[in-house]
């Protein structure tokens, strides 16, 4: 009999496969562990790796997720983990595998994205596989990039009193999904009615759901957020012309809480965040009423923000309250303090990161 | 109405994705269109990227095929890759999704199979992602190695007069693949006439089928080559130490004919290779008889040999002669002469290169 993986959870399962791996070349910087592996192949620069790999039914559905903007995700969310080392994307290998049921034009599309998102982010497309899937989509992105030699920025690097800072918004993309599989539901109950009639009831109840297209009115940017999501790299150029280097960063792409516990105990520190500190969008606060959830769970824990979560010595303070489109939410204490939120009525409740959803092994 | 992929054939996919991509970097030395990448990062090294797709059911089969074995093959392919520019393998990233009928157990046996491969070729795990699939098992791995700046060896150098050489022996791991797939049939016929029994004879019948092996007595390199492929690191120190440069290299992945196409259209050249110059096994031989299959057929277009393909200038004639397991199976022509394959009988036969099995898109 076999151990179920879930029993192990995601952390657990990264470290079962990883603990006793030791590396043995010199051209390994740094190993697993990170946002990206770091190589020194000589030269001025340190050589960055990331890879992530997506599978349908799974991580996208292709009953609302339209192939460009998949081949546009699949490629920033890779370019997002080399931002969050500091460094610059500059190339990606890309394999798929697809079921028959995929055409040429389909392929395109998916193409298409992919070229979008490397035109924007001046990333060359450096090699792949294209094969033969029995059943779903799969997509395997490698990005490869730069930063300069020993620059790179570590998740282990935050020390007590470092500022915690955060780009753009969190939890529209989350919001976005949850809008999305709403959608879905309804269409599938009113088909599942329309195949209930007869006659030309069911004609033209058929025909109403062929062009009926669900009102995404004043919701355009969750969708945006959870299909066309967008690397930070205005962020790492931003920092650099203000001449700030952050002690530690990482990508938001599980959620601020398991994000901010890579940070902590990598650094071996706690951190004090504010709930009233943590951004959010207009739509984003709008859509969780509706939902009746509560907004701050969803920004902690929704993921796939893509945004940048770094930590700043107190003394950049002022440079980042200057800094646009970041916000200080918090800062990095002892490690005895442990994890903690200050809510909106000066309570402190623990942090707990969820990692994985229950879905994912 | 989408076109079928299968239209464009293999190649014919290849250079509709890849037509119109223009590298952007300095740093991108070689894209698509080799057995790797190659980056120059600046330093003495130029970086060499590859990167390989196995779907379960496509390009494995778990009924025959042990975890430990997949995880070494997997590493492998990648490993014969870099080999086959004449550089050295030094990192991977695996990224794999598995569904719910595998366990910790089962992992922990693919990364054993993972960690004996990259042991034994002085390589680091240093990344990767981990997920659920929602049916079969899927691989990919990506390998960066490393080769003296300016001398990786690309399939477009071949010149007329060069020798054509090639190592080990051709067509074994296709007949270790016509081998398990007969036992598999044998096995199910079996298990089928079985299950149509009654009573005791039954469970007679069910109990032999549980403890049966199939006899590979006499065939066990055309398994190994099949399920334990070794990529020819040997070859690259041992032309090395020769002295020898190849003029153009390539892996036997999906053939000789189709790897010696990729050379001779690359090169602008035309070839003579030699039947009887052909290397094989015994067992191959053996083998190709009793199913009533050419041998060189099978070793033309077979495939998953993993061994080297590459040209040297005539002057290394006596080195080649003399070099371990290596063998010059014929000439690279002026390309009007076309490819060509002289019979033993001294026929001359035009080479067709297969490409992918068609259902591989």
Redesign the interface.
């Known amino acids: ?5 879930s ?2 959870g995601e952390f657990g ?2 470290r ?3 603990q006793d ?1 030791k ?3 010199a ?2 910087g ?3 562990g990170d946002d ?2 770091v ?1 020194n ?5 340190d ?1 960055l ?5 997506l ?5 996208f559905d292709l009953t609302y997720m339209p192939l460009k903007h998949l081949g546009y995700k699949s490629a920033m969310v890779n370019f997002s983990d080399i931002y969050a080392m500091g460094g610059m994307p ?2 990606i ?1 890309v ?4 079921s ?1 049921r ?6 395109d599309e998916f ?1 298409a994205g992919l ?1 979008l998102a490397c035109d924007a982010h ?15 989509f ?1 997509i ?1 992105i ?1 990005c ?1 990039g ?1 930063v300069e030699k020993g620059k790179a920025i570590y998740r282990n690097g935050a020390k007590e009193t470092d500022l915690i800072c955060v780009s753009g918004d969190l939890g529209a993309a989350y919001m976005g999904l949850q809008l999305l599989e709403r959608e879905k539901t309804v269409y599938y109950q009113q088909l599942a009615e329309a195949q209930k009639m007869e006659g030309e009831a069911k004609t033209r109840a058929m025909k109403n759901l062929e062009t009926a297209q669900p009102d995404f009115q004043g919701k355009e940017y969750l969708l945006e957020r959870q299909m066309r999501p967008e690397a930070r790299r205005d962020i790492i150029e931003r920092l650099q012309k203000a001449g700030v280097r952050p002690t530690a960063m990482i990508d938001i792409s599980d959620g601020l809480s398991s994000e901010l516990m890579h940070i902590c105990s990598q650094s071996n520190a706690g951190c004090r965040i504010y709930e009233e500190r943590i951004p959010l969008d207009y739509q984003t606060a709008v859509m969780a009423e509706e939902l009746n959830l509560n907004v701050s769970t969803c920004a902690l824990n929704g993921g796939e923000d893509y945004e940048l979560l770094f930590t700043v010595p107190i003394t950049d303070n002022e440079k980042m309250e200057q800094m646009k489109d970041v916000k200080v939410i918090g800062y990095i204490t002892k490690p005895d303090l442990g994890m903690a939120l200050i809510t909106r009525d000066g309570n402190e409740f623990e942090l707990k990161a969820q990692g994985w959803n229950p ?3």
Chains 1, 2 share one sequence.
């Open positions: 009999m076999s151990t179920e993986i029993k192990l399962l990264i079962h496969l990883t791996i590396t043995k070349n051209e390994t740094r190993g697993v990206c592996a190589l192949y000589g030269g001025d620069k050589i790796v990331t890879t992530d790999m599978m349908e039914g799974i991580h500059k190339q290998t394999s798929i595998a697809l028959k995929f055409g040429i034009e389909e392929l193409y070229r001046n990333v060359d497309i450096v090699g792949g596989d294209t094969t033969t899937s029995m059943t779903g799969a395997s490698t490869i730069e879905v994912e092994i």
